[in-house]
């Protein structure tokens, strides 16, 4: 088998939320094992908001009890002290990453929110304007519902900021350790959810709620890279006898595991919890990453179709974040066409249809018909960046 031992430590992958800058990117080698966990993220992500349980491992692994909190863990891995010395280069370098194509796609769902609601009878979405073009996304990101999944964005610049001037601070007063700094965000975290549980994390306090939940997942993905990478060496089934326990047992003695990190809300077991099925669902995932990562090598001969797509995702999840709510309407959208202009489908509700995004027809109601969601959620999306990617501008990017 390849050596991939080069590959344990590099950039973060291209088109991923946490990424870099392209300069960067071609100055380290690309991390395969967290350019699959990436991709994995992605197609929970998506997964998850059609329904569709196809990678929770029979319920074991619910999707919200830990995959917006992987996504900061994976940012978190990719966050590096060089950073510290520069940081007005560091937060133009991520508002432009991050923030600058969010407000530019705000802006076109913004117009297209606007014309269905228009021309077409759809009851989806704010209208446009100052506040929420600028505002609402800092608060909850859903002003325009077609894009919500993207609320995520925001947030995640707000944490690589809080970040960096946590860790400029406590390395003016010389306390800048990586334990003293999981310890103190765990312990923040922890008081966000027992206030969410007593109810006092309403209105604009989740907005703070949100960030100071979900920072210690970002740092968990730093104290990981720093102190528990190199000691990553157990055996694959120990390795997944210890996790999987852990999380029966969880099952078994929880109230349910699952939570909403966007609304701060569905704490049913206590403020420790969250962060413990956080940990057990990155352990899991990243180890099946790393087992995969060997066979999807970028450089190996013979590389499957479904191992370069794999990889491709990995480096796109950005893209995916931002379209896959709306490739999901376009499916519903070809649904309702049929039902309307054919004998088929007649079981279609219109009225769900054009006002609640979560609606998704399932074709003879079957389960399975979730899969089409999946894959234009994913697909669309891809499709879209490779197009942006080929335009003039792009391409003399790269020379």
Known sequence: MTNMSHLKM????????????????????YNVTFGILSALAILMIVAGHAGYDILTVGGLFPYYSFHVPLFLFISGYFYREEEEAHPLTYLKKKAK???LPYFIWNV????????LRTFAGFGMGEGISLKTLFVTPFLNGYQFILNYAAWFVPVLFLIEMMNLCMRLLLKWLHMNSEWVILLGTLAVGMLVVQFAIEGRVWGLYK?????????PCFQ??????????????LGNLPYFVIVIGVQVLLYLCCNGLAYSS?????????????????????????????ILAPLCESGQSGI??????LLYLGRNTYAVMLHHVMAFMLVKMILAGIAAHTGYLPDFDFMRFYSDIDYYYLVKGSEAFRMVYLAAGVGLPLLLQKALDMLPINQSGRT
Do not use: C
Not at 207 to 215: A, C, E, H, Q, V
């Open 10 to 29: 590099g950039s973060a992958p291209k088109g991923h939320i946490g990424s870099g800058a392209q300069g960067e990117r071609q100055k380290r080698p």
């Open 97 to 99: 990453r991050l923030l």
């Open 108 to 115: 076109v769902y913004g117009v297209i929110a606007w014309a």
């Open 207 to 215: 907005t703070p709620g949100r960030i100071l939940f979900l920072y």
């Open 220 to 233: 968990m993905g730093q104290f990981y890279k720093k102190k528990l990478e190199s000691r990553d060496r």
């Open 262 to 290: 966007v609304w701060v809300t569905g704490f049913a077991n206590g403020p420790l919890i969250p962060y413990v099925t956080v940990v057990s669902g990155a352990a899991f995932w990243l180890r099946v990453a790393k």
């Open 304 to 309: 499957s179709a479904a191992q370069s797509f």
